[in-house]
């Protein structure tokens, strides 16, 4: 008998739970990408990247000081290239009226775990994340309340989407 159930295989990479569409809306800003800076860890800043074919690309977690540098590595092709073999860097987001989610693997011993952070879309410029979860066997664990933030940063030079972990 054949099974799905994370549980006949414990090595195996959490699945996504939220599906991947396009992202036709016009609730948030794209031609850039989005940070959070955090309030426990001065000057760090998280940055995500919102594709109109609805994939997230996590950037990574640097110093808000290293924003430039970054910004150039961002249209290198060796980062590129880097992050094309980086599974935990990507996910999926959807959009619903001005409730925002994504989801996508993090970095862990194997097998990777997936998790969703859910919030509210303040204006076309910024969102907050209120929760974040894990989807297992269809249910929420890991539930987590977030006062996340994210702001809207025009960049015209976003990486590509394309990589092979998120179809």
């Not at 970095?107 to 990777?112: A, G, T």
């Not at 910024?126 to 960049?155: A, C, L, P, W």
């Amino acid at each position: 008998m054949v099974s799905n159930c994370k549980k006949d295989n414990p090595l195996k990479d959490d699945e996504l739970s939220i599906k991947k569409m396009d992202y036709t809306g016009n609730q948030l800003k794209i031609e850039g990408y989005y940070y959070y800076e955090y309030k426990d860890v001065q000057n760090y800043i998280d940055v995500y990247f919102l594709f109109r074919n609805g994939i997230i690309l996590y950037g990574s977690t640097f110093k808000k000081s290293e924003l430039s540098t970054k910004e150039t590595e961002y249209q290198t092709a060796e980062w590129q290239s880097i992050v094309k073999k980086s599974k935990y860097r990507w996910g999926v987001f959807n959009i619903e009226n001005n409730v925002i989610k994504f989801e996508r693997w993090y970095p862990s011993d194997p097998p990777l775990k997936a998790y969703v952070r859910a919030g509210e879309i303040l204006n076309d410029t910024t969102f907050m994340i209120t929760e974040s979860y894990r989807m297992y066997d269809g249910k929420k664990t890991e539930v987590h309340s977030k006062n996340e933030i994210y702001h809207f940063k025009q960049f015209s030079h976003k990486p590509d989407s394309t990589n092979n972990f998120v179809e």
